[in-house]
């Protein structure tokens, strides 16, 4: 059992998603930054796809009840076990009225908190994820607050401390384009990949907003139907500045999409601080695959290395 002493800021449970229900119009939900959580699942020996903590834009003190492996992974952060020094991508063993203290994020916007076994909470539609839309999933379908109590998967076990490489941060964004990318004049098409595209403080879990100079156009009025729109779709609002379908995103919509943010680089995305540039790079669906199976190759490395360590 984990007990939330003090939260300041946004937390929730996720795992990787909620998949086979948005024909019925319930969205993917699951963690901001996929392979952060998967990272750290594995750090840990967990499935990939336990549930785990997302802490965005605060602090966080908690303690453990019983001896219970831990890591944080994503977002850069502060911390301390007891006053010591708790560093991201390490694997540590809480031991029992040990306190754990986010004091604050340093680089990135989405840290995650995993434990041995994952945290107990039921499935809900095939996943544990939270939908702060529809209010189920999760921890009783909400946000987490101060006093809360959370289940762990595993009690009084115990892991040895290890290490592994951070996933680097980047400005530098790749995607596809997308079915309406030839609506678009010549000169959006190339603004949308030459120049750079600030993210705006409204930016949330449902879309990251940009914004710069040189606003995108269509050749001509574009009437369209409501239409399926997966995560990482770039939408083009009538004012011409791009907005990225994120995890909380709906699961139809109706503006021209020019572009699509490739899987791998979704999660890149979520951690980009806000008023920070960001740059979009097109890639062949080839080269989109290439850098998902380098991210597939990270996780192998990932669980090669904890299961070397007994």
């Not at 990272?39 to 990939?48: E, V």
């Not at 944080?72 to 006053?83: I, P, R, V, Y």
């Not at 004012?239 to 979704?266: E, F, N, R, S």
Request: hydrophobic fraction near 35%; glycine fraction near 10%; aromatic fraction near 10%.
């Amino acid at each position: 059992m984990i007990y939330l002493q003090h939260l300041q800021g946004f937390a929730h449970l996720q795992d990787l998603g909620r998949f086979g229900s948005r024909d019925v119009g319930i969205g993917h939900s699951g963690a901001m930054d996929s392979l952060a959580l998967q990272a750290g699942n594995l750090l840990l020996k967990n499935a990939n796809n336990l549930p785990a903590l997302e802490i965005a834009l605060g602090s966080l003190t908690l303690t453990f009840d019983c001896n219970t492996p831990f890591c944080l992974t994503g977002a850069l952060c502060e911390a301390e076990l007891d006053g010591s020094p708790v560093f991201p991508y390490w694997r540590y063993t809480a031991k029992a009225r040990q306190t754990l203290k986010i004091k604050r994020i340093s680089q990135g916007n989405y840290v995650y908190l995993c434990v041995a076994g994952g945290f107990n909470v039921p499935k809900v539609l095939g996943s544990y994820s939270t939908n702060l839309q529809a209010g189920f999933g999760g921890f009783q379908g909400r946000l987490l607050k101060s006093g809360d109590h959370l289940a762990t998967g595993l009690r009084d076990s115990e892991l040895p401390s290890l290490g592994i490489e951070p996933i680097p941060f980047t400005r530098k964004i790749y995607a596809t384009a997308s079915s309406e990318y030839e609506a678009f004049t010549a000169e959006s098409q190339q603004l949308f990949w030459q120049q750079g595209w600030e993210l705006q403080q409204k930016s949330n879990r449902i879309g990251y907003r940009f914004s710069a100079s040189e606003r995108l156009s269509l050749s001509s009025p574009l009437e369209m139907f409501s239409h399926a729109t997966p995560i990482g779709t770039v939408q083009v609002p009538p004012d011409g500045q791009p907005i990225v379908l994120m995890a909380d995103a709906q699961t139809t919509g109706g503006y021209p999409k020019i572009a699509c943010v490739i899987q791998a680089d979704i999660g890149r995305l979520a951690q980009i601080p806000f008023g920070e540039t960001v740059y979009f790079e097109q890639v062949s669906h080839q080269q989109a695959r290439e850098r998902y199976l380098q991210d597939q190759d990270y996780l192998a490395y990932v669980r090669r290395k904890a299961n070397e360590m007994r």
